[in-house]
């Protein structure tokens, strides 16, 4: 599967962002897909992720509250809401799939699309 992530941008602290994660090449549905950052000077990070068929969530203590994973499997398509950014919410945010949902939990996936910069000014 192939993956494109898109959406990120410059906004102002609280402000919201909505990254997509463009699927193809494969069944999407048959993917966890998951969201995952990097910040410069630090490793990356889980953000969230979301089982197959979207039943099952997990998302990181940091951003819980503020952030929302979603998929649309009609379009290939996952998402991440970001609400209430911070300044610290900045990195290269990517996307990632697996079959398996503890290997993409573990940042073990096979398949990321190339990182989308989300940038939080003060």
């Known amino acids: 599967v192939q993956l494109q992530a898109s959406g990120g941008g410059l906004v102002q602290a609280g402000g919201s962002l909505r990254l997509s994660c463009a699927a193809s090449?494969?069944?999407?549905?048959?993917?966890?897909m998951g969201w995952f950052r990097q910040a410069p000077g630090k490793e990356r990070e889980f953000v969230a992720g979301?089982?197959?068929?979207?039943?099952?969530?997990s998302y990181a203590d940091s951003v819980k509250g503020r952030f929302t994973i979603s998929r649309d499997n009609a379009k290939n398509t996952g998402y991440l809401q970001m609400n209430s950014l911070k300044t610290e919410d900045t990195a290269v945010y990517y996307c990632a799939a697996d079959p398996v949902w503890v290997r993409l939990r573990r940042s073990e996936s096979d398949y990321w699309g190339q990182g989308t910069q989300v940038t939080v000014s003060s």
């Open positions: 090449g494969r069944t999407f549905g048959s993917y966890a």
């Open positions: 979301i089982s197959r068929i979207g039943a099952m969530t």
